[in-house]
């Protein structure tokens, strides 16, 4: 039996063997320094990431949990845009300088679902390939191919692309170049790689540059003649661009990214929202309260409103600036048409007008009336005098409290302008004589109202009786 499984195992070893060997052994551009020289293009390379090793000073500028790697390279005869396309798993990065001090191409890092990568070459300039797996002994075949393609056709602002309204603007900013004069951005000067378009205004309208998709590039917009700026959005404004034109004007559209940023976009040319002035402000104002409005532009775009004015409906008016809050209070219960009128930065204007009910609720307790002295076991008659201060009939609750807890309660409709009696009535205990003097407390609030009276401070009273000993014995005290 022994002899048999020590000959089963060296039939094993001998059918893996090729096998082992073949995966111990790396390609022949598993190293930089034996990248396989690209020397033409187009090139269409059959290559291979299973053996290939990682070097201990391999980049890790992209990805740096990477693992096992192989290299191309490739020296530019002239300036160029390029693409490289991977068929198969492994991720790209493209690097310039020498072994130990790499420097990666500007947005040449591939993620893991991107396959293909463009980017411009300088003449003279070798440009080095490093394709990756994530996963050590995951290697792989794939396939390699890298190209020429030309620029986008309105790469320069001479040679703008024309453009109808609405439309939809799309294309390469990996295929797009710096002009020697290259119009610049106000948002984001750094931005040079761009595209053009041109366009003539059938007749005055304010529009909108929205991106759609890709939101990693710079929008702005110049008239054509003096190319004066007249609005711009860069990469970190979602909102894109608004601006007012002229019949009969032409107006050039940039879009434009950094190297690093560069890539597809896409892009809607259309009409901008109209804005909706209007104001927040409590949900129950009152008149003995400054109320707070806080104006909005109600724009679709989330723009804040830059001048305008509101109007309280009361014969009186406040600028507004931005997003401040003012404060107003009125004189009088009423309905009052509050208007708002104003304007965005980019000259959108607009007017609305709602209504503001005003209506204050406020009940005083302006009488309480207490026995100035009293016995223990006398019950005595306490009284509390609630007026109506507005035009509303109230339902009113009255509390009362002494030291010794609550006491009770009584709910009673106060007619408006009216004045209504609560009457309590209280027995004095030993507890009382003991104490000296009994302080009773009467707090009102209007029963059915959630935020209470409008007025509180004359809601609240107290007054005191000085308490004795029943008559004809004593109270003790233990």
């Given at each position: 039996?022994?002899t048999?499984?020590?000959?089963?195992?060296?039939?094993?070893?001998?059918?893996?063997?090729?096998?082992?060997?073949?995966?111990?052994?790396?390609?022949?551009?598993?190293?930089?320094d034996?990248?396989?020289?690209?020397?033409?293009?187009?090139?269409?390379?059959?290559?291979t990431?299973?053996?290939?090793?990682?070097?201990?000073?391999?980049?890790t500028?992209?990805?740096?949990?990477?693992?096992?790697?192989v290299?191309?390279?490739?020296?530019?005869?002239?300036?160029?845009?390029?693409?490289?396309?991977?068929?198969?798993?492994?991720?790209?990065?493209?690097?310039?300088?020498?072994?130990?001090?790499?420097?990666m191409?500007?947005?040449?890092?591939?993620?893991?679902?991107?396959?293909?990568?463009?980017?411009?070459?300088?003449?003279?300039?070798?440009?080095?390939?490093?394709?990756?797996?994530?996963?050590?002994?995951?290697?792989?075949?794939?396939?390699?191919?890298?190209?020429?393609?030309?620029?986008?056709?309105?790469?320069?602002?001479?040679?703008?692309?024309v453009?109808?309204?609405?439309?939809?603007?799309?294309?390469?900013?990996?295929?797009?170049s710096?002009?020697?004069?290259?119009?610049?951005?106000?948002?984001?000067?750094?931005?040079?790689?761009?595209?053009?378009?041109?366009?003539?205004?059938?007749?005055?309208?304010f529009?909108?540059?929205?991106r759609?998709?890709n939101?990693?590039?710079?929008?702005?917009?110049?008239?054509?003649?003096?190319?004066?700026?007249?609005?711009?959005?860069?990469?970190?404004?979602?909102?894109?661009?608004?601006?007012?034109?002229a019949?009969?004007?032409s107006?050039?559209?940039?879009?434009?990214?950094?190297?690093a940023?560069?890539?597809?976009?896409?892009?809607?040319?259309?009409?901008?929202?109209?804005?909706?002035?209007?104001?927040?402000?409590?949900?129950?104002?009152?008149?003995?309260?400054?109320i707070?409005?806080?104006?909005?532009?109600?724009?679709?775009?989330?723009?804040?409103?830059?001048?305008?004015?509101?109007?309280?409906?009361?014969?009186?008016?406040?600028?507004?600036?931005?997003?401040?809050t003012?404060?107003?209070?009125?004189?009088?219960?009423?309905?009052?048409?509050?208007?708002?009128?104003?304007?965005?930065?980019?000259?959108?204007s607009?007017?609305?007008?709602?209504?503001?009910?005003?209506?204050?609720?406020?009940?005083?307790?302006?009488?309480?009336?207490?026995?100035?002295?009293?016995?223990?076991?006398?019950?005595?008659?306490?009284k509390?005098?609630?007026?109506?201060?507005?035009?509303?009939?109230?339902e009113?609750?009255?509390?009362?409290?002494?030291?010794?807890?609550?006491?009770?309660?009584?709910?009673?409709?106060?007619?408006?302008?009216?004045?209504?009696?609560?009457?309590?009535?209280?027995?004095?205990?030993?507890?009382?004589?003991?104490?000296?003097?009994?302080?009773?407390?009467?707090?009102?609030?209007?029963?059915?109202?959630?935020?209470?009276?409008?007025?509180?401070?004359?809601?609240?009273?107290?007054?005191?009786?000085?308490?004795?000993?029943?008559?004809?014995?004593?109270?003790?005290?233990?």
């Amino acid at each position: 039996m022994r002899t048999t499984i020590a000959a089963l195992v060296a039939v094993l070893i001998t059918a893996l063997a090729p096998g082992l060997a073949h995966a111990a052994e790396p390609p022949s551009n598993d190293d930089f320094d034996h990248a396989t020289a690209v020397t033409s293009l187009p090139y269409h390379g059959e290559l291979t990431t299973a053996g290939s090793t990682k070097a201990p000073d391999d980049p890790t500028e992209c990805y740096y949990y990477g693992t096992d790697s192989v290299w191309l390279s490739y020296t530019a005869p002239e300036d160029a845009i390029v693409r490289a396309t991977i068929g198969g798993q492994p991720y790209m990065a493209v690097y310039t300088g020498e072994r130990g001090s790499l420097s990666m191409v500007p947005g040449t890092c591939t993620f893991m679902q991107t396959k293909t990568d463009t980017f411009h070459v300088k003449a003279g300039t070798t440009y080095y390939f490093a394709l990756v797996e994530h996963y050590a002994g995951y290697g792989k075949d794939f396939t390699f191919d890298l190209i020429t393609v030309p620029a986008e056709a309105n790469d320069d602002r001479a040679s703008a692309s024309v453009t109808g309204f609405p439309a939809t603007f799309e294309g390469d900013l990996r295929r797009a170049s710096s002009e020697p004069d290259e119009l610049r951005s106000a948002c984001e000067p750094e931005a040079v790689q761009s595209v053009w378009y041109r366009y003539t205004a059938d007749r005055a309208r304010f529009v909108h540059l929205a991106r759609t998709q890709n939101y990693g590039f710079t929008v702005s917009a110049f008239r054509a003649g003096d190319l004066s700026e007249v609005d711009c959005a860069s990469a970190r404004v979602n909102n894109g661009a608004v601006f007012a034109v002229a019949a009969g004007e032409s107006y050039l559209i940039r879009v434009a990214a950094e190297e690093a940023n560069a890539g597809y976009f896409k892009m809607a040319f259309g009409n901008a929202p109209a804005i909706r002035p209007s104001f927040s402000a409590p949900t129950d104002p009152s008149a003995y309260n400054d109320i707070s409005f806080t104006p909005y532009a109600g724009d679709p775009l989330g723009m804040d409103l830059a001048t305008g004015e509101i109007q309280f409906g009361d014969g009186t008016s406040a600028p507004i600036t931005g997003r401040d809050t003012i404060k107003h209070r009125y004189a009088k219960d009423g309905e009052y048409n509050v208007r708002v009128t104003g304007s965005t930065k980019d000259g959108r204007s607009g007017t609305t007008e709602r209504v503001l009910k005003v209506e204050t609720h406020d009940v005083t307790l302006s009488g309480f009336s207490v026995p100035s002295t009293a016995r223990a076991g006398e019950t005595k008659r306490l009284k509390v005098s609630v007026g109506n201060n507005t035009r509303f009939d109230e339902e009113v609750t009255v509390r009362l409290e002494a030291e010794s807890g609550d006491i009770g309660s009584l709910t009673q409709r106060v007619a408006a302008a009216g004045k209504v009696e609560f009457p309590f009535a209280y027995t004095f205990t030993a507890d009382d004589v003991a104490r000296g003097t009994v302080t009773f407390k009467v707090a009102g609030n209007l029963r059915y109202r959630y935020d209470l009276d409008d007025n509180p401070k004359d809601n609240e009273l107290t007054a005191s009786t000085k308490v004795r000993p029943a008559a004809g014995g004593s109270t003790r005290i233990d």
